[in-house]
C-alpha cells in the first residue's frame, strides 16, 4: 500500500521567512496529493492540493509543487506569520487502494514574531 | 449547521472493555473515515467506507471494527483486542467515492484507557 513519508517533523522560521515541507509518496499510481493544516485543538483543514497532471499550484501565500517522476511534492509557505503556526500535513491518493488517503506524520511548524 | 458531529469529546475507559465512537454526518456525503492522531505518527487511517454497507481496512485496523448501516453514521469500535487504544480519533467524510476532493473532519474524539 501507499506509504508517505515527511519531513522535517518540526521547523522553526522568523516571521517573513519562507517555510518548505516535503513528503515523498510510494505508489506510483497515485494521483492526488493534498495538504491540511490543523491549529492547536482544532481539526485539520485544507489548504491547497495538486492532482498529478499539474506541476505547481499557488494560492496566495502558499504554493505545492510535485515531481511525479521522484514521487515527491512540497509545500512552501511564504512570507511566514505567527498565524502559520501549526501542524501540516500531506497526504497520497489515487493508488491502488481506490478511496483511501492516506497521510504523512506532520510537520509542526513554528513562526517566531 | 452542516457537519460532522463525533462523541463523546472525551472517553474514560477500564482496560478489556469494549468502547464505541459516535461519528454523524449531515453533508450527505459518501465516503466516511476513522483516523488515529498519536504525537509524531500523523493520521493514521483505520478503516474508511466509500458507500453504505461497504468498508474496507485501513493500515492500523487490528483490534477495531466498524459499520455503515446509514449513509449518515459511521461508528468506531474500540475492542478489547487493541493493544494501544489511548489516542485521539479522527472522524471524516468526502462528498463523492473518489480519489479526490475534500476531507471535512470531525472535532475528535479522545479516548483514554485506564
Known amino acids: 500500500g501507499e506509504n508517505v513519508e515527511q519531513h522535517p517533523s518540526t521547523l522553526s522560521v522568523q516571521e517573513g521567512d519562507s517555510a518548505v515541507i516535503k513528503c515523498t509518496y510510494s505508489d506510483s499510481a497515485s494521483n492526488y496529493f493534498p495538504w491540511y493544516k490543523q491549529e492547536l485543538g482544532k481539526r485539520p483543514q485544507l489548504i491547497i492540493d495538486i492532482r498529478s497532471n499539474v506541476g505547481e499550484k499557488k494560492d496566495q501565500r502558499i504554493a505545492v509543487t510535485l515531481n511525479k517522476t521522484a514521487k515527491h511534492f512540497s509545500l512552501h509557505i511564504t512570507e511566514t506569520q505567527p498565524e502559520d503556526s501549526a501542524v501540516y500535513f500531506c497526504?497520497?491518493?489515487?493508488?491502488?487502494?481506490?478511496?483511501?488517503?492516506?497521510f504523512g506524520q506532520g510537520t509542526i511548524l513554528t513562526v517566531h514574531p | 449547521d452542516g457537519g460532522i458531529t463525533q462523541s463523546p469529546k472525551y472517553l474514560f475507559r477500564k482496560e478489556g472493555q469494549n468502547v464505541t465512537l459516535s461519528c454523524e454526518q449531515n453533508?450527505?456525503?459518501?465516503?466516511m473515515y476513522w483516523y488515529r492522531q498519536d504525537p509524531g505518527q500523523g493520521l493514521r487511517l483505520i478503516y474508511y467506507?466509500?458507500?453504505?454497507?461497504?468498508?474496507q481496512k485501513g493500515d492500523i485496523a487490528e483490534g477495531y471494527s466498524v459499520s455503515r448501516e446509514k449513509k449518515e453514521s459511521f461508528p468506531l469500535t474500540v475492542t478489547s483486542a487493541q493493544k494501544n487504544p489511548t489516542a485521539f480519533y479522527l472522524c471524516a467524510s468526502r462528498r463523492d467515492r473518489v480519489n479526490t476532493g475534500e476531507l471535512f473532519f470531525g472535532e475528535g474524539s479522545r479516548l483514554t484507557v485506564l
Open positions: 467506507s466509500q458507500i453504505v454497507n461497504d468498508f
Open positions: 453533508l450527505n456525503h459518501d465516503a
Open positions: 497526504a497520497a491518493s489515487g493508488g491502488t487502494s481506490y478511496g483511501k488517503l492516506t
